[in-house]
C-alpha cells in the first residue's frame, strides 16, 4: 500500500507540473484569455490532483481484488478518460459559451490536459 502512495504522490506532482506547461502551451498559443476559469492555474493543479489522486485510490482497491491489476486499472482508466472528456466538450459546446474563451484551441486544452494526466497516472502506477 506505502508503493501505491509513493507511486500516486510521484504521478500527482509530475501530472502538475506536465498540466501547468501545457495550460501554458495553450494559453499562448491560442491567446486564450484569463478569464477563462477552467484554465485558471488554481483550478489546473487541484483538478489535477484530484484526479490523480483518485486514480491512485481506484489502482489500490483494483490491486487488492482483480488478478491482473495493471490491466484492469489500465481498462478502468481509459473508460475513466473517456467519461472525463464529456465536461470539456460540455463547455465547448454551449451556445452560446457561458465563459468567455470557449473556442476550440480551450477546450482542446483541456481535454489534453485530461489525457496528459491519465497517461501520467496509469504509467505511473501500473510499472513495477
Not at 490523480?52 to 491489476?69: C, F, H, M, T, W
Request: proline letters at 5%; charged letters at 15%.
Amino acid at each position: 500500500m506505502a508503493e501505491i502512495a509513493a507511486r500516486t504522490a510521484i504521478a500527482a506532482v509530475i501530472a502538475v507540473v506536465a498540466n501547468v506547461l501545457v495550460r501554458a502551451l495553450g494559453v499562448a498559443l491560442f491567446d486564450i484569455p484569463d478569464g477563462f476559469e477552467h484554465l485558471a492555474l488554481r483550478a489546473v493543479i487541484t483538478s489535477t490532483l484530484a484526479g490523480v489522486i483518485a486514480a491512485g485510490l481506484v489502482y489500490a482497491i483494483v490491486a487488492r481484488v482483480a488478478k491482473d491489476p495493471d490491466r484492469t486499472f489500465t481498462i478502468v482508466a481509459v473508460v475513466a478518460l473517456l467519461l472525463s472528456l464529456v465536461a470539456p466538450l460540455m463547455v465547448g459546446l454551449e451556445d452560446p459559451p457561458e465563459y468567455p474563451g470557449t473556442d476550440a484551441g480551450s477546450v482542446g486544452t483541456m481535454m489534453a490536459m485530461h489525457v496528459v494526466a491519465a497517461t501520467i497516472a496509469i504509467v505511473a502506477l501500473t510499472r513495477r
